[in-house]
C-alpha cells in the first residue's frame, strides 16, 4: 500500500522542541518532493515546510528559523524539527508528497497526521 | 506572497444539485501550479484535481476543475452525499512557497 504515517506528536510546553517523523512505503520516496502541512483545530490548512529531491529546504514564513525539515532516504523516512514551540504551532501535522502521476506541485499522498499541543 | 480566496465560506445545497467553488487568487497563477483537495472531518485532504483541470486518479468524473490567471473554478455536476465536505484551493507560487485557500464548506 501506498502510505505516510506521521508520529511524534504530543504536549510539549512552550519553548519547548519536539522531532515528527513521517514513514513512507509505497512508492520511490527519493524521487519524490516532501512537505509538512499543518491544521489548527477547526481552521484551514498551512502550508509549513518542504523539502526537494535535490534536498533544498523551504519554509513558511511563520516557522522559518525555528523549524527544520530533513530527509533519510535509505530509511524512507521525512522529519520535522521543531524548536522554540509557541501555542500557535498547535495543530495536526500532516506529511505529504509531491512527484508521482500528478506532477510536482500537487500533493497526491498524505499521511493521516499527528497532533502537536504547545501549552503549559 | 500570493494569497488565495476561496468563495462563498458555506454553499448549502441538496444531493443531485451542482456545486459551484471559486478561488481567486491575488496575482496570476500557472494553471500546472493550481490544485483542488477534499476534506472530510477527522480526515486527511484528498488531492482531487491538479494541474487546475486534470482529475486526480480514482476521482470521479462529476468533479471537474477549469480556470487560468487569477480566477479557478471546483464544479460537482451532481452532488453525492459522500461530497458533503471542505474543499481547498491549493497554489504553487514563486521564493518558492505553497498556499492554500481559506476552504469552501459544502453542506447539506
Known amino acids: 500500500d501506498v502510505q505516510l504515517v506521521e508520529s511524534g506528536g504530543g504536549l510539549v510546553q512552550p519553548g519547548g522542541s519536539l522531532r515528527l517523523s513521517c514513514a513512507a512505503s509505497?512508492?520511490?520516496?527519493?524521487?519524490?518532493?516532501l512537505h509538512w502541512v499543518r491544521q489548527a483545530a477547526g481552521k484551514g490548512l498551512e502550508w509549513v515546510s518542504s523539502?526537494?529531491?535535490?534536498?533544498?529546504?523551504f519554509y513558511s514564513g511563520s516557522v522559518k528559523g525555528r523549524f527544520t525539515v530533513s530527509r533519510e532516504n535509505a530509511k524512507n523516512s521525512l522529519y520535522l524539527q521543531m524548536n522554540s514551540l509557541r501555542a500557535g504551532d498547535t495543530a495536526v501535522y500532516y506529511c505529504?508528497?509531491?512527484?508521482?502521476?500528478?506532477?510536482?506541485?500537487?500533493?497526491?499522498?498524505w499521511g493521516q497526521g499527528t497532533m502537536v499541543t504547545v501549552s503549559s | 506572497e500570493n494569497v488565495l480566496t476561496q468563495s462563498p465560506g458555506t454553499l448549502s445545497l441538496s444531493p443531485g444539485e451542482r456545486a459551484t467553488l471559486s478561488c481567486r487568487a491575488s496575482?496570476?497563477?500557472?494553471?500546472?501550479?493550481l490544485a483542488w483537495y477534499q476534506q472530510k472531518p477527522g480526515q486527511a485532504p484528498r488531492l482531487l484535481i491538479y494541474?487546475?483541470?486534470s482529475r486526480a486518479t480514482g476521482i470521479p468524473d462529476r468533479f471537474s476543475g477549469s480556470g487560468s490567471g487569477t480566477d479557478f473554478t471546483l464544479t460537482i455536476t451532481r452532488l453525492e452525499p459522500e461530497d458533503f465536505a471542505v474543499y481547498y484551493c491549493?497554489?504553487?507560487?514563486?521564493?518558492?512557497?505553497?498556499?492554500f485557500g481559506q476552504g469552501t464548506k459544502v453542506e447539506i
Open positions: 491549493h497554489q504553487f507560487g514563486s521564493s518558492p512557497t505553497w498556499t
Open positions: 496575482q496570476s497563477v500557472s494553471s500546472s501550479h
Open positions: 509505497g512508492f520511490t520516496f527519493s524521487t519524490s518532493d
Open positions: 505529504a508528497r509531491a512527484g508521482g502521476n500528478h506532477g510536482w506541485y500537487a500533493f497526491d499522498i
Open positions: 523539502i526537494i529531491v535535490a534536498g533544498d529546504t
Open positions: 494541474g487546475a483541470s
